[in-house]
């Protein structure tokens, strides 16, 4: 686990007015990570991190005399349209950059002169003018399925006698997942088709899903790899990792309960998932982690998964939002509406037993990799990650303040989740957000 | 569907004598394509096409004389050290690099004049002296389950009275597979680690796993791939797909049995899959194609799934052999025994059902994308393509003929895949092998 150190000091501003606004993720207590470029232009996508209301290009960056040493490497790394070689440098390589950009960007450290502040500057670009594309080439992804609250509340809907699975409290649960149809946020997808059993139906139809669903999760980046055949201990598991990100695994219910046994689910997730585009690291996340706990009743977990130091510090409070933009809501220029709030502190696996699970038969992690948290539900009905839960599989739809009901996503609608940080004694700092949109299904005459 | 044309001509031979023995996997109506390099060399791997017992170098042939207009460019493709930029070209530039390649190395045609002769002599590299690389950079990799003889085998193996899964005879079922723990023919893996159930405990244990086995799938290599949202119509569902190898998706069945449900398999196969280096074309194939039919007491497929041509020609006869190789019969010089044979033409869902389906919710499709057929078992017990099957999970071992039974696979056994086409007045042609080897589990003191 990271360390507090000068970077997390809440009394720390910096020379740029907006990284000291109120309520700014972006304060230079975060410094996340994207890959952007001027929007509509055809620049090379590169690095940037997050400072107020700028992107800080890493690539210009790397061009002054602002850096040097492992900072400076690390840095021209980032000029790359993927960040998938910074990545791989490892958590020497990010801490050292971050720190270096801290101190560049605090106000009133000895690096910031006058000339480094008048260079900084002129490799801000304003996160307005920008727009974002994926921030590595993913080489695998993986989705997991760790909440027990989320696994809970789905068991039941399915079968009202459904228990949670008997492997749930013993393997931290993942299937693998698309890689080609993840998309940046803005991502726009078509209501995908498949094979559905329509209720009182022995035969399967062909057609538009009826119930499309969001899952709300985050995206956890590996940082550096493992050898094929080689394993990672729990204690080493979050040197793997280089941030996390909110992801939106968008879900058919209908198509999944047909195909899903006993192969899981795969048109059901397979026709988009949306990832944000600031990457907020681990070294950033540190002040805000929690006890990872488990009930005395619940099995504990086998010996690769847990240690005394992880039971101090594996959890992480991140702060999660889910609101809805209907079509109406956005024709009537409302704004969105929160359906849900929750937080990850309450997952049933953390973020290093997802990683040494996954590596635990050998399987080879690679820089760039995605895992996906699975579905964040907190205990309450109302901390509910996905819709389904919220309406309880349509029959308490989720009312809306100007009339709409929703049981599922109709089309037009705007899924956007926001995360954020913040505890007593440090600065608040976000995520940013991720926001993605349910086009209607491609017609017959349209193929 | 590919068309019989003169590359397809069982009287055709080649100015290169190996070409024609009798036998060989490789005459001139084959041409599959692979990734290679001298064997120990730093050589950049390059595209070659394998012909009699050499393999011609696409790199070096691209700068002959012997080629122009689109032969010559796809040829160019083939210089890289990855063969997607290759595939993205399409059946057009499929077919006319083939044709050409096929003109250059067949005995007596107007374009194998002397001086092309020798010039395609100079780009020969024999295979012996060769080793080979994965031939594309996959983007992602999508394993089905489709036959339906592997489907009831498994199901009572697991449950007396197990059924097959009621959505199989709708579904061409699949889910997404591990991408970076796919190898080539010649691969070593330990072997993994993972958590079971052991007979009678009601608790998981973690460590190696003690049912170790093997499952005879093709590698079907998409082409060229469809946009997101968009859908991949029967009838054009081939022009999607480059060509068939032999792959090898090793199972730990102890790690499936536990934490299969409900999502599916993870460890128990993201640990090693390993492909043959040749991949040969559909265009190479358009003779062994056979009826696809179903019996007519099974329900028939849903429209989008179904068509008249399909009926005539969605089979192909690809006839398979797994062969093992024990570490002792390897000290004792024995050669490797054959367990089981089965041909592809008995398979519940075709090629073309499979890319039809996989990109029928619109999840995009791209070139390099690998697709494993799922376990290969034809209708009959010895026509097994996964061990578990030929001996009933443990009831039935396998008896070799030094002695030796096998129930699951032991460290230092080595399986052998083998893959051929024949039928009456057209050449044989081959896959060549594919072939992986089992090593010790990684100890605790290794970590």
Redesign the interface.
Known sequence: MRTIDRTHDAAATSWLGSANAPGTDFPVQNLPFAVFRRAGSRETPRGGVAIGNEVLDLAALSGTQCLDGLALQAAQSCAAPVLNDFFALGPVAWRTLRGALFDLLHKGTAATTPSHVEAVRGCLVPQPDVEYVLPVRI??YTDF?TSIHHARTISRLLDPKGEV?R?FQ??P?????????I?IAGQQ??R????ALRDGSS????GPSRRLDYELELGIYVGAGNA????I?LSRAEDHVFGISLLNDWS?RD?QA??????????AK???TTVSPWIVTMDALAPYRKPWTRPAAD?QP???LESESHRAGGAIDIRLEVSIETHRMREARLPPEPMSRTSFRHHYWSVAQMVTHHA???????AG?LLGSGTISGPEPAEAGALMELALSGKKPVQLSNGERRSFLEDGDAIIFQGWCEREGFSRIGFGFNHGLV?PA?SQSE?
């Open positions: 080489g695998d399925y699975p492997n013993w393997v649960t993942a299937y693998h997942g698309r890689v080609s149809s998309g997808f078509r995908p088709h498949g094979q035969t399967p139809e062909y094929l055949g080689e394993r201990a058919a198509i047909w195909e899903m046994a006993p192969l899981g689910p795969f048109h397979n026709f988009a099995p086998l010996p690769y635990a038969g050998g399987c080879n992690l690679q990799d086009l491609l193929e």
